[in-house]
């Protein structure tokens, strides 16, 4: 499994913005697919963004469309996800997730295709 580490989080008005990053503990990280996901209190994680192995596409929630931006940094072993006019109900625990099994490509991003977790980071945002 990869290690992941979030930072990043943290408080900020409506129409801010936030830069998360994930850092991975692998050199093998380029070879899996990365997402975001998040959990708002009494809610069901869901997905939010994520972005290939091996072409860098990219997938958005329809609520982040938009506004987010999911990117990595194979050299550094690093995954990003921007952040921008920023909204109250994008209050979450945000985590970031590395594929089950290198070298695929998902088509849907469920939960159950992502296999090791960061502890996540908690992004606030006030009305």
């Known amino acids: 499994q990869v290690q992941l580490v979030e930072s990043g989080g943290g408080l900020v008005q409506a129409g801010g913005s936030l830069r998360l990053s994930c850092a991975a503990s692998?050199?093998?990280?380029?070879?899996?697919?990365m997402a975001w996901f998040r959990q708002a209190p009494g809610k069901e994680r869901e997905f939010t963004a994520a972005?290939?192995?091996?072409?860098?596409?990219?997938y958005y929630a329809d609520s982040v469309k938009g506004r987010f931006t999911i990117s990595r940094d194979n050299a550094n072993n690093t995954l990003y996800l921007q952040m921008n006019s920023l909204k109250p109900e994008d209050t979450a625990v945000y985590y970031c997730?590395?594929?089950?099994?290198?070298?695929?490509?998902?088509?849907?991003?469920?939960?159950?295709?992502?296999?090791?977790w960061g502890q996540g980071t908690q992004v606030t945002v006030s009305s």
């Open positions: 692998e050199r093998t990280f380029r070879m899996y697919s």
């Open positions: 997730a590395a594929g089950a099994t290198a070298y695929t490509d998902y088509v849907t991003q469920k939960l159950s295709n992502f296999g090791s």
């Open positions: 972005i290939s192995w091996r072409l860098g596409s990219t």
